[in-house]
């Protein structure tokens, strides 16, 4: 049974929670909902490591992509400040970053996933090489678009982090972990957002429970083809390779400490993700602290595109750093966020005031899919619509 603490009239989200993880089988999850600006799920099930040792209020979880949802929020608060906008060349607050053909690409474009910069491997070519800050952020400057840039949307499951980061310290002038422990994690009071885990909170990680992702890692790309195909959308196995390669996105060398990877590697409470988009599904603030303002938030929530992503192979709804909220429940319109590899994500809705995140151990597959995000955040809707 889950623990923790729930209102009555949002009890379908403790129970959806019992049932994803008792029907996945293995490890555990979190999941916490804002509504009206409070708090009314804080909820855990399950185990965090294969010793069975029980989750508690305080176990992070490493959320590969869903990281990206928070280093979007962190540049949207730069362009709040002033400090830069949507438009502006990135080469403008860059300079190393005007070469091979890279000049006109617009910080709108590095954010919808529409600068051509998705290829991983133009830049490295092993796991440790991810977790190279100075490195990596270099490397980026220095990268050749696949594509004219604009064009079409190809993800950039890992180059994001390092293009976004970049941006934000070279236009605050400060390290990407103290931007975000003084602008979002200190003034909302979050006891669990971080992006390289400090050495004093290692033990509160959460082991990842991995085998049914690895062994879709390791599927025939062939096979993957032909199962899309049957669903009626097309894979591109080259691009997924390029921009998410094997080695990349395996859970064993996937660090969660030291240097921060913006795209994939924070590690979460799920209390302090729905905090976060409580505050953006209430319009940019919650209790009294401004996260953006109203003006930025409706500029960092529009839809940029509807087209079929060619690395995810699906429409995305690409917003600026966030994407498009499906639910059990349906569509969500006023919908955005971010999920990640594995299953976990957090997402606003503001038209219900409503904020969800979920965080599980226990990884689901790439291309078969991942419902359990889908069906907490179902519940979560129907109880909202309801209250």
């Given at each position: 049974?889950?623990?923790?603490?729930?209102?009555?009239?949002?009890?379908?989200?403790?129970?959806?929670?019992d049932?994803?993880?008792?029907?996945?089988?293995?490890?555990?999850?979190?999941?916490?909902?804002?509504?009206?600006?409070?708090?009314?799920?804080?909820a855990?099930?399950?185990?965090?490591?294969e010793?069975?040792t029980?989750?508690?209020?305080?176990?992070?979880?490493?959320?590969?992509?869903?990281?990206?949802?928070?280093?979007?929020?962190?540049?949207?608060?730069?362009?709040?400040?002033?400090?830069?906008?949507?438009?502006?060349?990135?080469?403008?607050?860059?300079?190393?970053?005007?070469?091979?053909?890279?000049?006109?690409?617009?910080?709108?474009?590095?954010l919808?996933?529409?600068?051509?910069?998705?290829?991983?491997?133009?830049?490295?070519?092993?796991?440790?090489e991810?977790?190279?800050?100075?490195?990596?952020?270099?490397?980026?400057?220095?990268?050749?678009?696949?594509?004219?840039?604009?064009?079409?949307?190809?993800?950039?499951?890992?180059?994001?982090?390092?293009?976004?980061?970049?941006?934000?310290?070279?236009?605050?002038?400060?390290?990407?972990?103290?931007?975000?422990?003084?602008?979002?994690?200190?003034?909302?009071?979050?006891?669990?957002?971080f992006?390289?885990?400090?050495?004093?909170?290692?033990?509160?990680?959460?082991?990842?429970?991995h085998?049914?992702?690895?062994?879709?890692?390791?599927?025939?790309?062939?096979?993957?083809?032909?199962?899309?195909?049957?669903?009626?959308?097309?894979?591109?196995?080259?691009?997924?390779?390029?921009?998410?390669?094997?080695?990349?996105?395996?859970?064993?060398?996937?660090?969660?400490?030291?240097?921060?990877?913006?795209?994939?590697?924070?590690?979460?409470?799920?209390?302090?993700?729905?905090?976060?988009?409580?505050?953006?599904?209430?319009?940019?603030?919650?209790?009294?602290?401004?996260?953006?303002?109203?003006?930025?938030?409706?500029?960092?929530?529009?839809?940029?595109?509807v087209?079929?992503?060619?690395?995810?192979?699906?429409?995305?709804?690409?917003?600026?750093?966030?994407?498009?909220?499906i639910?059990?429940?349906?569509?969500?319109?006023?919908?955005?966020?971010?999920?990640?590899?594995?299953?976990?994500?957090?997402?606003?809705?503001?038209?219900r005031?409503?904020?969800?995140?979920?965080?599980?151990?226990?990884?689901?597959?790439?291309l078969?899919?991942?419902?359990?995000?889908m069906?907490?955040?179902?519940?979560?809707?129907?109880?909202?619509?309801?209250?």
């Open positions: 049974m889950a623990h923790g603490v729930w209102e009555s009239g949002f009890a379908e989200v403790a129970t959806s929670l049932t994803v993880v008792r029907e996945h089988g293995e490890g555990g999850a979190a999941v916490a909902v804002y509504h009206q600006g409070r708090l009314v799920v804080d855990w099930t399950g185990v965090r490591d010793s069975g029980p989750w508690t209020p305080e176990t992070l979880v490493m959320a590969f992509s869903t990281t990206k949802g928070v280093t979007s929020t962190m540049l949207h608060q730069c362009v709040d400040r002033g400090l830069l906008d949507y438009d502006d060349p990135v080469v403008a607050h860059w300079p190393e970053f005007g070469v091979n053909a890279k000049e006109a690409i617009t910080v709108r474009q590095v919808c996933h529409q600068a051509g910069l998705y290829d991983v491997t133009q830049v490295a070519s092993t796991a440790a991810l977790y190279d800050w100075k490195r990596m952020v270099a490397g980026v400057a220095s990268m050749t678009p696949a594509f004219e840039p604009g064009s079409v949307t190809a993800y950039h499951a890992l180059t994001f982090g390092w293009l976004v980061g970049g941006l934000i310290e070279r236009v605050t002038g400060r390290a990407f972990g103290d931007v975000l422990a003084t602008e979002l994690v200190a003034p909302l009071g979050l006891d669990g957002c992006v390289g885990v400090p050495p004093s909170e290692l033990g509160r990680i959460a082991g990842l429970f085998d049914r992702l690895r062994a879709e890692l390791q599927r025939d790309p062939a096979e993957m083809v032909a199962v899309a195909r049957d669903l009626g959308f097309t894979v591109h196995p080259d691009l997924i390779a390029a921009a998410l390669p094997a080695w990349a996105a395996d859970p064993d060398v996937a660090g969660s400490v030291g240097e921060p990877l913006p795209a994939g590697n924070g590690c979460f409470t799920a209390r302090s993700l729905a905090r976060l988009y409580g505050a953006l599904a209430a319009g940019g603030t919650l209790d009294g602290v401004r996260v953006l303002s109203p003006e930025t938030l409706a500029r960092a929530t529009e839809v940029q595109s087209r079929a992503d060619l690395v995810l192979a699906l429409p995305i709804d690409w917003r600026l750093g966030y994407h498009g909220v639910t059990s429940a349906g569509v969500l319109p006023g919908g955005f966020g971010h999920s990640g590899l594995g299953g976990s994500g957090a997402f606003a809705d503001r038209e005031d409503l904020a969800v995140a979920f965080l599980p151990n226990g990884l689901g597959g790439l078969t899919g991942d419902a359990r995000l069906e907490i955040s179902g519940a979560a809707v129907r109880c909202a619509d309801q209250a």
